[in-house]
């Protein structure tokens, strides 16, 4: 079983990628395959993500997913397949124990991060808890949420920076809030594609400014973040969820081989 302590105090940051959500399983396949290529040749640690079901949607006949225990199954094919942990969100405290039966990693979504049965529940897992700072707290108050998962035994938990609400559709990312959350002992990612979503848009469907998803990473990295969270797809226009905000597929690798270049001469 993968921990925190497999991830941090390593040389290179680690990443999280993958689509948004689960869309089936040789679309999920081809991006891990992609993307393991990629991580393997510049030495970063990889953990495939993908939402199982989307419970965050702005309207009732959005895209939520193609059946939980489906998705659920593909996730650990890939898994299997290239030997590399996953991650996935929960919603609900019933939804921990079935997740975690299939991924290594579970993760709380941001608007959930305050929910105590939830994350207490995915704590009593002994899975690694991803935890999401919610749009509208501090850095400095996510050592309570942290501490819950603590307090409930387990204490391979991550915490990821994705961005705070500012003005009523967008977001912006306080860079000291990463090591910040680093004080607490325990491994801090940055999300960057959801810190670039321009939520609750009039047409219903989130945005986002993709354009500047390099420059949020390289500030990350920048800055010490341990890990970096990356949403990609081969065509975003066509993802069925969280499409405006992603990187395309076929950018990855150029984006990623400038972020090992940074760490290396941020850690010389």
Request: hydrophobic letters at 40%; aromatic letters at 6%; one cysteine or more.
């Amino acid at each position: 079983m993968i921990t925190v302590n497999d991830l941090k105090n390593r040389d290179n940051f680690f990443l999280m990628a993958g689509p948004c959500a689960i869309e089936g399983e040789d679309m999920a396949l081809r991006i891990a395959e992609k993307v393991v290529g990629i991580t393997n040749k510049l030495n970063i640690p990889y953990i495939f993500k993908g939402s199982y079901r989307k419970a965050n949607r702005s309207r009732l006949d959005s895209f939520t997913g193609i059946g939980d225990e489906k998705a659920l199954k593909i996730l650990r094919r890939v898994g299997d397949t290239f030997g590399i942990p996953t991650v996935t969100d929960i919603h609900e405290t019933a939804e921990a124990a079935m997740a975690a039966e299939y991924v290594d990693i579970l993760q709380i979504p941001a608007f959930l991060c305050r929910q105590t049965d939830l994350l207490v529940a995915a704590a009593k897992t002994r899975k690694i808890v991803n935890i999401k700072k919610g749009q509208f707290l501090s850095p400095g108050a996510m050592q309570f949420a942290v501490q819950k998962v603590a307090d409930a035994g387990n204490d391979n938990v991550m915490i990821t920076e994705r961005g705070t609400t500012f003005g009523y559709t967008d977001l912006v990312v306080d860079y000291r809030g990463i090591p910040q959350m680093q004080q607490f002992g325990y491994p801090v990612i940055m999300d960057v594609t959801h810190s670039l979503q321009q939520p609750n848009q009039t047409s219903g469907v989130t945005g986002g400014l993709p354009t500047l998803i390099e420059t949020i990473a390289k500030a990350a990295i920048a800055v010490g973040a341990d890990g970096l969270f990356i949403e990609t797809h081969p065509e975003p226009s066509k993802a069925k969820s969280d499409g405006a905000n992603m990187l395309q597929l076929d950018l990855l690798e150029g984006l990623l081989t400038k972020l090992v270049r940074i760490r290396e001469a941020v850690g010389n």
